[in-house]
């Protein structure tokens, strides 16, 4: 095998592994990652952060963007606008979401400021 299909083999079965936990593990993860981040890292030295919304058995993004939020910092989820271009939109608000790029939810067209 060479590295690129060993590579891909290795990210195919790290998936399957990912995609097999249940929900209470996908949360019980997503809280001791964001606990973790939020330990090491100092936030009042930032303004503007750039987050994403989880699709599927990803880390859980919405517990960053209650803190964030708490502590009145300015977020920014991407937006695929085609093949070549993703932007990203000043969010305020997590029901301002569509379905977008592979039913993955993505900022409205209004929430760039």
Not at 23 to 30: A, F, G, R, V, Y
Not at 58 to 72: A, M
Not at 80 to 102: A, T
Request: hydrophobic share 35%; no cysteine; net charge neutral.
């Amino acid at each position: 095998m060479n590295k690129l299909n060993s590579k891909s083999e290795f990210r195919k079965a790290i998936l399957k592994l990912r995609n097999e936990l249940d929900e209470n593990t996908i949360i019980s993860n997503s809280i001791k990652i964001s606990e973790s981040f939020f330990n090491n890292f100092n936030i009042k030295e930032f303004t503007n952060i750039l987050l994403y919304n989880n699709f599927g058995s990803e880390v859980n993004t919405s517990f960053f963007y209650n803190k964030l939020n708490e502590n009145k910092k300015t977020l920014f989820y991407p937006k695929v606008i085609n093949e070549f271009q993703m932007d990203f939109f000043k969010v305020s608000d997590l029901n301002s979401f569509n379905d977008g790029y592979k039913n993955i939810k993505e900022p409205d067209g209004n929430s760039l400021n």
